[in-house]
Nanobody, 125 residues
Framework: VQLQASGGGLVQGGGSLRLSCAAS????????MGWFRQAPGKERELAAA????????YYADSVKGRFTISRDNAENTVYLQMNSLKPEDTAVYYC???????????????????WGQGTQVTVSS
């Protein structure tokens, strides 16, 4: 499976960005999808995730109320809408998915197996 993330860039604090992750090599409709982020000198963090059924989502406390994850199974794409961006959101953002079909571990950072190449998000103060 290949995951191609896009949509990153430089934005002022308070602004918005929408990240996209296009998948190829498999359909995403039966797998959980996640967005991770890694800032310099910090561990990779699971920022948001969505279950394969679309019924459940997970958000890190630091992004709750500001980020929204969604998926378009027809387009085989997952999105991350980021609003009210803060300088501390600056990081490389990666989309990811899991090996196990119908996995319910969408919220578990250790359950993800496949990663995209990342897209840089920089938020200025």
């Amino acid at each position: 499976v290949q995951l191609q993330a896009s949509g990153g860039g430089l934005v002022q604090g308070g602004g918005s960005l929408r990240l996209s992750c296009a998948a190829s090599g498999r359909t995403i409709s039966t797998y959980p999808m996640g967005w991770f982020r890694q800032a310099p000198g910090k561990e990779r963090e699971l920022a948001a995730a969505i279950s394969w059924s679309n019924m459940y989502t997970y958000y890190a406390d630091s992004v709750k109320g500001r980020f929204t994850i969604s998926r378009d199974n027809a387009e085989n794409t997952v999105y991350l809408q980021m609003n009210s961006l803060k300088p501390e959101d600056t990081a490389v953002y990666y989309c990811a998915t899991q090996k196990k079909i119908y996995s319910n571990q969408y919220y578990s950072r250790d359950a993800y197996d496949y990663w995209g190449q990342g897209t840089q998000v920089t938020v200025s103060s």
